[in-house]
């Protein structure tokens, strides 16, 4: 009679403090990975958190395979579950996670093939495990859970006076997920590395490479259709193509109506140079790229315009250590002469040159201030 | 254990000389200390400046509610243009076949020159200007993440995107890019995007807007919890071209999908009114577009706070911070109840109801855009 009696009272005591916190609570924990079991509750989360166990569980999945891994967290995960009882309003989520888990189980052994053998940079697996992650619902005490057979997110709710078998189904969705997210973890190393190489890239392009103006960018655009096949070859392909242009800068681009300046060594006893403007009419070049920046080569027909005399035809080559003109023989005080012009990238120079000046102008102040010190 | 918040500015975080912007003046000082306000409010942990290129966590990154802002930008991609441009007229001739009267306007007018430009050369700059843009988003975005993975391995992140104006489309084409990436797809890329003054369907095919990966709540979308989408009653910008703006489910895009979306409430419209500033911070007409106001309505904060603790909040929470009565110490623009201004809230209204028919063509939205913004600016001049 007393002993019921107390237990009576335990139970309810248990009640009362389960319903002095907010299932508000519980729900925010679960969705930001802050595991914990209820005030006065003997449930034991860390057996099966993947924070307390990573290591045996990364231990498990390289020794005897990741479906062996997975198998040990929905053991624990079951073994607690038994622990913290039935919550018939649970009864929906776990059903739906215990589906997940078995449909992910079987996509798993087809990925990763027969345990022992595995390689994590090897394993291709490339199966949906994002609803294993509980999200943030449209009501409190609530949170969005795992999907049923019909693919619709369940709800998992916190009940005020009965939340443990809600935290531990949280908690075994949310170390799967992180089981998952660990073995596609070089995937996602090698995508983040992927990009910060296309950014390499681009400053590089945009620093060294030979720059584009704004009709060049425009004709590269592919807003004017077949006409790209005919103004811009090199960019052509890619505009037909209904799938997304590539980042990466290019490797093959053309040259149009590109204007430039540059000096011709005048080859007689003076010695002097002439400065000439250049316009390349249409030319193709091929960029190359590495860690220390980008290599040019290419070809152009261009003219040449001096400050006396015709202008002149001829072509221009694209090197990594600069650009030089060959253009046809003319008349005048300076005829008779082989045309070998040397050209600067104007267009580029002109943003290149101001960030140059701007640097040496707060390099100067810099040292005017150390030195008044 | 960091949830992050990836910010993606909007048209005019750049310069007009195309110069960085000085030490303590670059674009994401007034949103950020508008979730600051937020994360007060609502007694969340203090949120953390993480710069991309940041090498090393800050401190209580592990920390389950620890909250790291992420700025994203992309507005180099513009400047390096803005910085070569000797000759404004002439250096924007030629792109997207505008016309001399467009080129003149945007050359001659410091706000179009910083702001529309911007808008302009993303769109019609595929070659290079768009890749260097989106490049640059998911370089951040997935740096970041790789941070917050190494600094904290094998614990809960969640990652929020949270896009203004322009950013929306420059996210929308660099998500694109990585629904191409299966590992970042299956995970779940993002719970939760808050698209304000989203611009994408004026600038990008429909079927990039309205695709089934952006889809929230769906299985395979890289949304997995939430998609909500803000406009302000004044903005006219996210109504640049009426017949395309964002609305999913009454496009034939998708229909049924974005509507089961909505309907189970994982795509939610948040209509945004007022015009306030975070603390210390005078807001202006102009704000009414801006990143820091959007933050700050009440839809908006609201959704953001529940988003970064982890759960709805309850109406006695509610009442605990105070809300939606502690906004009101947020500085106010004072004009807005002025003759003068409820003008401007009219000639927004009709600018919003234009019918307008035909698709997006250059001039058409070009001159929208800068319609929309001398709207604006004509609403500062008279505040």
Redesign the interface.
């Given at each position: 009679m007393l002993k019921a009696l107390a237990t009576s009272i335990l139970a309810l005591l248990l009640c009362v403090h389960f319903a002095a916190a907010?299932p508000?609570?519980w729900?925010?924990?679960?969705?930001?990975?802050?595991h914990a079991a209820p005030p006065g509750s003997a449930l034991e989360l860390d057996p099966l958190l993947?924070?307390a166990n990573?290591a045996d569980y990364r231990r498990l999945a390289l020794t005897a395979g990741p479906v062996a891994a997975l198998d040990s967290i929905v053991a624990r995960g079951e073994r607690l579950l038994g622990e913290a009882g039935v919550d018939p309003a649970a009864t929906g989520p776990r059903e739906a996670l215990h589906w997940r888990l078995l449909e992910l189980h079987e996509q798993l052994i087809a990925a990763s093939g027969t345990p022992p053998s595995f390689d994590r940079a090897a394993l291709r697996f490339?199966?949906?495990?994002?609803?294993l992650?509980p999200?943030?619902?449209?009501?409190?005490?609530?949170?969005?859970f795992a999907?049923t057979m019909d693919?619709?997110?369940t709800d998992l709710r916190f009940p005020a006076d009965n939340p443990e078998a809600a935290i531990v189904l949280c908690a075994l969705s949310?170390t799967s997920?992180?089981f998952?997210?660990?073995l596609?973890?070089d995937?996602?190393?090698a995508?983040?590395a992927e990009?910060?190489e296309?950014?390499r890239d681009?400053d590089a392009y945009?620093r060294q490479g030979y720059?584009?103006t704004?009709?060049?960018?425009?004709v590269?655009?592919?807003?004017l259709g077949t006409l790209t096949w005919i103004l811009a070859p090199t960019?052509a392909r890619g505009c037909n193509s209904d799938a997304?242009?590539p980042?990466?800068?290019?490797r093959l681009r053309t040259v149009l109506l590109h204007p430039s300046a540059g000096i011709a060594p005048v080859f007689d006893s003076t010695g002097t140079f002439r400065s000439v403007a250049a316009v390349e009419w249409f030319g193709i070049l091929h960029h190359s790229y590495d860690e220390s920046g980008v290599r040019t080569w290419g070809a152009s027909l261009a003219t040449t315009y001096y400050e006396q005399g015709r202008p002149r035809f001829g072509g221009m080559f694209h090197t990594p250590w600069g650009r030089v003109g060959l253009f046809e023989r003319s008349e005048g005080p300076y005829g008779g002469k082989l045309h070998l012009v040397f050209t600067f990238d104007v267009?580029?120079l002109?943003?290149g040159a101001?960030?140059t000046i701007?640097r040496s102008l707060e390099e100067a102040v810099e040292a005017r201030v150390l030195e008044s010190r | 254990m960091p949830t992050i918040a990836y910010l993606v500015h909007g048209m005019g975080a750049g310069t007009s000389s195309g110069d960085p912007r000085a030490e303590g003046e670059e674009w994401y000082r007034t949103p950020l200390k508008a979730v600051e306000w937020v994360a007060s409010t609502f007694s969340l942990s203090e949120p953390q400046l993480v710069l991309p290129g940041t090498t090393t966590a800050p401190p209580g990154a592990t920390e389950p509610d620890a909250i790291w802002v992420v700025p994203i930008s992309y507005h180099e991609a513009f400047d390096e243009f803005r910085r070569g441009a000797q000759d404004r007229a002439s250096a924007v001739q030629g792109i997207g076949s505008i016309t001399d009267f467009h080129a003149t306007k945007l050359a001659s007018q410091e706000f179009l020159w910083v702001n529309c430009l911007d808008v302009l050369l993303w769109w019609a700059d595929r070659a290079q200007a768009q890749k260097i843009a989106t490049a640059r988003v998911l370089e951040g975005i997935t740096e970041i993440d790789e941070l917050a993975r190494s600094a904290a391995p094998g614990a809960v992140t969640r990652r929020i995107l949270i896009t203004h104006s322009l950013g929306n489309a420059a996210a929308t084409y660099a998500l694109s890019h990585l629904v191409g990436d299966p590992a970042w797809v299956n995970r779940g890329a993002f719970s939760h995007w808050f698209a304000l003054a989203n611009v994408a369907p004026f600038l990008l095919p429909l079927d990039q807007v309205y695709r089934q990966s952006f889809i929230p709540g769906k299985r395979g979308s890289l949304i997995t919890a939430g998609l909500l989408h803000a406009e302000h009653e004044l903005d006219p910008f996210p109504h640049l071209l009426p017949p395309r703006r964002f609305r999913p489910g009454s496009i034939a895009m998708n229909e049924a999908a974005w509507n089961g979306a909505a309907s189970r409430h994982f795509y939610r419209f948040l209509d945004t009114r007022g015009i306030v500033a975070p603390p210390e911070k005078r807001p202006s007409p102009l704000d009414v577009h801006g990143f820091a106001n959007y933050l700050l309505s009440e839809p908006v904060a609201r959704g953001l706070a529940e988003v970064l603790r982890g759960g709805a909040l309850s109406d006695e929470e509610l009442d605990e911070c105070g809300w939606p009565a502690c906004r009101e110490d947020l500085p106010a623009l004072r004009c807005a109840g002025d003759a003068d201004f409820v003008r401007v809230r009219e000639a927004v209204r009709d600018y919003r109801d234009s019918d307008l028919d035909g698709g997006p063509a250059t001039r058409v939205w070009l001159e929208r855009l800068m319609t929309a913004a001398e709207l604006l600016m004509a609403a500062e001049e008279r505040c």
């Open positions: 907010q508000g609570e729900a925010g924990q679960c969705v930001t990975g802050a993947w924070t990573r490339s199966s949906w495990f994002g609803d992650q999200q943030v619902h449209a009501s409190p005490g609530v949170v969005l999907e693919e619709s997110r949310q997920h992180q998952f997210s660990w596609v973890g995937q996602l190393k995508i983040a990009y910060a296309v950014v681009w945009v720059s584009m704004g009709i060049e960018r425009f590269h655009s592919c807003h960019a997304l242009r980042l990466a800068p290019p267009w580029g002109v943003s101001r960030d701007r | -």
